[in-house]
Nanobody, 127 residues
């Protein structure tokens, strides 16, 4: 079993940047596909980005393409989400999620594909 903890959230002005981290403990993270999701106030949790265990396959929702970059450092058991050109509509609680996979090139975009979740980190973008 793996435990996930997000960090790096905070308050930033529109146009600014933040880097979120998802640190894993308990087991090696290198066999996990990882996704980032966010939940806006009063709305359902939505997919943001995902990365395969070998980092060869990356996927982004349309609203963050060109602004967000997902990456991972398996030696540090950490996945990152670099968020640039932030907009007020990016304000949400951001969650990372993981799922152990056999295939190194698989990634997932649906919440129910992931088994492990972190508690979330708040990102607030002011206008």
């Amino acid at each position: 079993q793996v435990q996930l903890v997000e960090s790096g959230g905070g308050l930033v002005q529109a146009g600014g940047s933040l880097r979120l981290s998802c640190a894993a403990s308990g087991r090696s993270f290198s066999s996990y596909a990882v996704g980032w999701f966010r939940q806006l106030p009063g709305k359902e949790r939505e997919f943001v980005s995902s990365i395969s265990r070998n980092a060869y396959r990356l996927y982004y929702t349309d609203s963050v393409k060109g602004r967000f970059t997902i990456s991972r450092d398996n030696a540090k058991n950490t996945v990152y989400l670099q968020m640039n050109s932030l907009k007020p509509e990016d304000t949400a609680v951001y969650y990372c999620a993981g799922r152990e996979t056999v295939s190194s090139g698989v990634y997932y975009t649906e919440m129910n594909n992931y088994r492990y979740w972190g508690p979330g980190t708040q990102v607030t973008v002011s206008s």
